[in-house]
C-alpha cells in the first residue's frame, strides 16, 4: 500500500500535530493525528507493523476515500477511469445553454474581447426556433431534468423581442412537459431596470450577474457608454432597486495594475448597505486573448477556475481572498474539478445571434473554433478534435492536481504556445494556493457542522 499521488497534505492544521489530507480525485478531506500521518508517510516500512495493526481500521476507511490506493499502478488506474468518467460522463441533471441575443452592445469597454471581432448582429426569429428546436431535442436525448439559460451578449437586452421570446417559449414548454426552467442575464448592468426586472421574473429569470469594475472614478474609464459617458451610478441605481427582488451577482475584473479598485468597491458596497445582499462576486483577471496581434484583444476571464488562476496574478488572488474574508464574503475553497469544458461530451454549450455553437465563450466571435450549428443535428470536426484531446495524459501521472486541472485551459495553451494539444501547466501557482484552499475547506466544514 502506499499514498495516492493525488493526495495533497497540509500540516499543522487546525493545531500543530493535526493534518489534513485531500484528495484531488475523491475530494474526499480528513483530519489525521500525528501517529498517523506518521505511518501513512512510511507505509511500507516493516517496522510499522504493529502500527498499521493498531490503525487497522482508519487505513480501510483512508483506502475508500482515495488516499490510499494498493501501488501505484493501482492509483493510475483510478485515475483513468476517472478521466474517462469525466470526459464522458454527464454530472448534472440540468442542461446549462448561453445564449447570445445580440453581439451589439451600449458600452465600450477598454478591455473588450469581442471588440474587434463583433458584427451587431441580434439573433432573428428564425435562428431563435432553431435555437429552441435543438434545445429541446437536447434535453429530451440526453434525459436532463431541466434547463438553465444564461442570456449573454454583447449586451443581451438589446434584444429583448428574441430574450422575451426564447424565455416565454421554454417557460411554457417547460411547464408543460415535466422540466424546471430558470434563466439568468448577464448584463452591463445599465438597461436592468426595475421594470425589466419585474416583467422577467414571471418568465422564469432567477439571477442577474452585473459587471461593474470598481466605483465611479474606476468603472467609468473602463466601461464608459458608447458614444461616451460614465455608467456606474445607473447601475448602481438599478442594483439597489432590484436587489431584493432577485439575486444579483458581481463580475469584477483585474489586472496586473492591481486590486484597489476591489477595496474601494466591497467599501462603497458595506457603505450602502447591499454587501451582504448581493450572490456571488466573481472576481477575474483580464488577460491577453484570441485576436490578431497587431490588434490585441482582451477578454474579462471566463467562469473556468483554470483559465483565471494565473501564477502571475498570485498576489492579486491572495489579496482579494483577503479583502473579501475581512468583509466576510465566502471566498473559494477546496479545489473543485475544473477540468476543461470543450474537453468534455456534456460541457456547456453557447449559441451565438448566427446560431453558431461553442463550447468556450472565450472563444465566440471566431467561428473557426465554433463547434457546429443550432440548424444542424450533428457537430463538425473541431468538436470531435477537442473531445479526443487527452490533454492530461500529457502530464506527468504522478502530478497532484491532474484530477482537477486535466492539462489546464486549452485557449491559454493556444494563445501562449500556438497549440491546443500542450498543457497550461498551473503547477507553481496551484502548490502556491492549494495549502490555504484545503485549510479554508476544512474551517469551512467545521463551521457548518
Ligand atoms: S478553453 Fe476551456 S478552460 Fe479555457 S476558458 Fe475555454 S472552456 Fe474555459
Ligand atoms: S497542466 Fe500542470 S498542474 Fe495541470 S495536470 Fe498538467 S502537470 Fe499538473
Not at 293 to 320: F, M, Q, R, T, W
Request: hydrophobic letters at 35%; glycine letters at 8%; charged letters at 25%.
Amino acid at each position: 500500500m502506499q499514498l495516492s499521488f493525488y493526495n495533497i497534505i497540509v500540516d499543522d492544521h487546525p493545531i500543530p500535530g493535526e493534518h489534513l489530507l485531500y484528495n484531488t480525485r475523491t475530494q474526499a478531506l480528513v483530519k489525521v493525528e500525528g501517529q498517523l500521518m506518521g505511518l501513512l508517510k512510511r507505509l511500507d516500512d516493516p517496522k510499522n507493523f504493529s502500527l498499521r495493526m493498531q490503525y487497522a481500521n482508519e487505513l480501510v476507511h483512508l483506502h475508500e476515500m482515495g488516499f490510499i490506493v494498493d501501488n501505484k499502478w493501482d492509483d493510475v488506474r483510478r485515475l483513468v477511469h476517472f478521466l474517462g468518467d469525466l470526459k464522458y460522463k454527464k454530472t448534472t441533471d440540468t442542461f446549462s445553454v448561453t445564449i447570445l441575443t445580440t453581439m451589439a452592445c451600449n458600452f465600450k469597454c477598454t478591455y473588450c474581447f469581442e471588440e474587434n471581432t463583433r458584427k451587431p448582429l441580434c439573433m432573428d426569429r428564425r435562428t431563435c426556433d432553431a435555437t429552441l428546436k435543438w434545445i429541446k431535442e437536447r434535453v429530451i436525448r440526453m434525459k436532463y431534468d431541466s434547463i438553465f439559460v444564461t442570456f449573454y451578449g454583447g449586451e443581451p437586452l438589446l434584444n429583448e423581442e428574441a430574450l422575451e421570446y426564447l424565455a416565454n417559449d421554454l417557460r411554457d414548454w417547460c411547464a408543460g412537459n415535466g422540466f424546471a426552467f430558470r434563466f439568468m442575464i448577464q448584463t452591463n448592468g445599465y438597461l436592468m431596470t426595475h421594470e425589466r426586472v419585474q416583467k422577467y421574473l414571471p418568465l422564469g429569470l432567477s439571477d442577474v450577474r452585473i459587471s461593474l469594475d470598481g466605483v465611479a472614478e474606476d468603472h467609468d474609464l473602463k466601461r464608459p457608454l458608447r458614444g461616451g459617458g460614465g455608467t456606474f451610478d445607473e447601475i448602481m441605481k438599478n442594483i439597489v432597486e432590484n436587489i431584493s427582488h432577485v439575486r444579483i451577482g458581481l463580475s469584477v475584473s483585474y489586472d496586473k495594475s492591481g486590486v484597489a479598485h476591489i477595496a474601494r468597491l466591497l467599501d462603497h458596497l458595506e457603505k450602502i448597505g447591499i454587501l451582504h445582499q448581493l450572490g456571488r462576486i466573481i472576481c477575474s483577471p483580464v488577460r491577453a486573448s484570441l485576436g490578431q496581434s497587431v490588434h490585441p484583444e482582451k477578454i474579462c476571464g471566463s467562469a473556468c477556475l483554470i483559465n483565471y488562476n494565473d501564477e502571475e496574478l498570485l498576489h492579486s488572488v491572495i489579496e482579494i481572498n483577503r479583502l473579501m474574508s475581512v468583509k466576510g464574503i465566502s471566498v473559494q475553497k477546496g479545489l473543485p474539478i475544473s477540468a476543461c469544458p470543450l474537453l468534455r461530451e456534456h460541457g456547456a454549450f453557447s449559441i451565438d445571434p448566427q446560431g453558431r455553437l461553442f463550447g468556450c465563450n472565450s472563444m465566440l466571435g471566431h467561428p473557426e473554433f465554433s463547434l457546429g450549428d443550432i440548424f444542424h443535428n450533428t457537430f463538425n470536426d473541431k468538436r470531435r478534435k477537442f473531445l479526443n484531446m487527452d490533454v492530461g495524459l500529457n502530464c506527468p501521472v504522478h502530478c497532484r492536481y491532474l484530477p482537477v486541472c486535466n492539462g489546464g485551459c486549452r485557449l491559454i495553451s493556444f494563445i501562449e504556445h500556438g497549440r491546443f494539444e500542450r498543457p497550461d501547466c498551473k503547477v507553481r501557482y496551484l502548490d502556491k494556493m492549494a495549502p490555504d484552499l484545503v485549510k479554508k475547506e476544512y474551517d469551512a466544514l467545521c463551521q457548518s457542522s
